[in-house]
T-cell receptor
Framework: GNSVTQMEGPVTLSEEAFLTINCTYT??????LFWYVQYPGEGLQLLLK?????DKGSNKGFEATYRKETTSFHLEKGSVQVSDSAVYFC????????????FGTGTRLTVIP | GAVVSQHPSRVICKSGTSVKIECRSLDFQATTMFWYRQFPKQSLMLMATSNEGSKATYEQGVEKDKFLINHASLTLSTLTVTSAHPEDSSFYIC??????????????FGPGTRLTVL
């Protein structure tokens, strides 16, 4: 079956610190992988995605590389800002054509000045 | 942009009553919308896929008679929790896919509705 396991959190970092949020997955076939972000009071927004092995998704200074050999899609950012405080969700799509997304439990990040 | 709204954002009701939650795509048409449920500290779980003009497709274990879905237009899907009980208390989130939809298209999410059943 399909599942996503991500680092539980919460994570608290000082501004300009390095961020890693771990995400591993189990899937049949060749899934697409996503990171979504949810800012307070808002809906989930797509942060970045990768559709095949070794692809790197990037956006707003965040990066994640699709690693098939380790079934991972870890999210990284070199220097976090207070405005990055949010909940981050790792997800996969099994590409059945139904847009099914399987989510991790979410990781709350708080960045302090 | 691609904005999805939900109404209400928060609702408290008595056990045995029914509650309707609306999901609207504000600036695009969406033949396909999804309804998710999220328990505290748990993943979003897909409940059903809502298709405009046809019956919703429910995930295994989701009672279709309890969670009624109506997708009467290309911008509106509703979820009605019938005869709600405290165990139905949860955070309900909808998403929509822009038309025309493809297998790898992005889902755009609403902000969610917090339901509390007393």
């Amino acid at each position: 079956g399909n599942s996503v396991t991500q680092m539980e959190g919460p994570v608290t970092l000082s501004e300009e610190a390095f961020l890693t949020i771990n995400c591993t997955y189990t899937a049949t076939g060749y899934p697409s992988l996503f990171w979504y972000v949810q800012y307070p009071g808002e809906g989930l927004q797509l942060l970045l995605k990768a559709t095949k092995a070794d692809d790197k998704g990037s956006n707003k200074g965040f990066e994640a590389t699709y690693r098939k050999e380790t079934t991972s899609f870890h999210l990284e950012k070199g220097s976090v800002q207070v405005s990055d405080s949010a909940v981050y969700f790792c997800a996969l799509s099994d590409q059945t054509g139904a847009n099914n997304l399987f989510f991790g439990t979410g990781t709350r990040l708080t960045v302090i000045p | 942009g691609a904005v999805v709204s939900q109404h209400p954002s928060r609702v408290i009701c008595k056990s045995g009553t029914s509650v309707k939650i609306e999901c609207r795509s504000l600036d695009f048409q969406a033949t396909t919308m999804f309804w998710y449920r999220q328990f505290p500290k748990q993943s979003l779980m897909l409940m059903a896929t809502s298709n405009e003009g046809s019956k919703a497709t429910y995930e295994q274990g989701v009672e279709k008679d309890k969670f009624l879905i109506n997708h009467a237009s290309l911008t509106l899907s509703t979820l009605t929790v019938t005869s709600a009980h405290p165990e139905d208390s949860s955070f309900y989130i909808c998403s929509a896919v822009k038309d025309p939809a493809g297998p790898t298209d992005t889902q755009y999410f609403g902000p969610g509705t917090r339901l509390t059943v007393l």
